[in-house]
């Protein structure tokens, strides 16, 4: 039996799939979150075989996640179930060390045969997912100027597209607003950007948030 965490922000979402994990005797659920700092703290206290991980989340997102315990946690499988898919997100994702990618518009089904893939030890990918990867392999030479921001700046330009305040990200991060603000001249100068505008338009393009519903 396979111990296993769901990381998902979206409560309905979070509680269909435990509903459903709870019935199936492969599983054993030991736990939930629902924000990026909570995920990476439940992973590292109850140390899963197995993460079902969603690729957008408060706070952190799933790469950054995967990045800060997936060599603390030896052995663990994480698959992610997402609704959102773009070259540099899955690829990334891949990188930081996921073993299987389900887009949520595949629907259940596709999930259970994922999930179940990743893991006995397999690698997985919906077919929207697939036809990505098609594409990252024809074309091996593009990447994403993210690849050069260390953590910590991911992590503040994640928070600047949120539209946190300098004082509130210091807040957060528990380091100072001088320090965030070159954190913040270091993002725009990497990535030649000058506003927060742009800022959360690179952030979107890249996977880091999601856009806004309009009310």
């Known amino acids: 039996m396979k111990r296993l965490i769901i990381i998902e922000d979206q409560t309905a ?117 697939a036809a990505l990867l098609r594409d990252v392999v024809a074309n091996p030479d593009a990447s994403s100027a993210s690849d050069f921001l260390t953590d910590r700046e991911r992590e503040i330009l994640q928070l600047v597209a949120e539209s946190h305040s300098t004082r509130e990200i210091a807040a957060k991060l528990g380091i100072s607003v001088k320090t965030v603000d070159n954190h913040r001249t270091n993002l725009m100068r990497k990535l030649n950007l000058h506003d927060v505008a742009s800022l959360t338009r690179y952030a979107l393009e890249v996977g880091l948030i999601e856009q806004k519903k309009a009310q």
């Not at 030896?74 to 994702?93: A, D, K, Q, T, Y």
């Open 13 to 129: 979402v979070r509680e269909m799939l435990a509903e459903i994990l709870r019935l199936d005797p492969n599983y054993e659920l030991i736990g939930e979150a629902g924000d990026g700092q909570s995920a990476v703290a439940l992973c590292l206290d109850v140390k899963p075989d197995l993460v079902i991980l969603d690729a957008k989340l408060p706070g952190l997102n799933g790469v950054d996640i995967l990045r800060r315990t997936v060599k603390k946690v030896p052995g663990m499988r994480v698959l992610i179930f997402s609704g959102h898919e773009n070259p540099v997100l899955v690829r990334e994702m891949l990188e930081a060390g996921a073993h299987g990618f389900v887009e949520k518009t595949a629907g259940l089904v596709e999930f259970k045969k994922g999930l179940e893939t990743v893991a006995n030890g397999g690698t997985y990918f919906g077919p929207a997912v």
